[in-house]
């Protein structure tokens, strides 16, 4: 009788442990998911930081590419309104020397 008690004790403790070893493991798999839901999430938000910090070079590079066209095109015009006083004066100056002649 008392040896039947020891082993009803015996494999009652053992299901005890095999519970908790059980219930651990659970635990363990479920603080991984975690860590893994964590990190993805932690990953996409970098990237789509990268993404962010991407498009608002590309916005400033083309920014100050249409600046620069700006400028160019000023200074062509600049250029030209230049040339055309030039020639204006030039022929005003052929045409003086003409009236003294």
Do not use: W, Y
Not at 11 to 32: F, P, S, T, V, W
Not at 86 to 91: D, F, Q, R
């Amino acid at each position: 009788k008392q040896k039947k008690e020891e082993e009803a004790r015996r494999k009652k403790l053992e299901a005890k442990e095999k519970r908790e070893a059980a219930k651990k493991r659970k635990a363990d798999e479920e603080e991984d998911a975690e860590k893994k839901k964590r990190k993805v999430k932690e990953e996409e938000a970098q990237e789509e930081e990268m993404q962010e910090e991407a498009e608002t070079e590309t916005k400033a590079k083309e920014g100050s590419e249409a600046e620069k066209e700006g400028s160019e095109s000023e200074a062509a015009i600049e250029a030209a309104d230049a040339e055309i006083k030039k020639e204006a004066s030039v022929a005003e100056g052929e045409a003086q020397s003409e009236d003294r002649t």
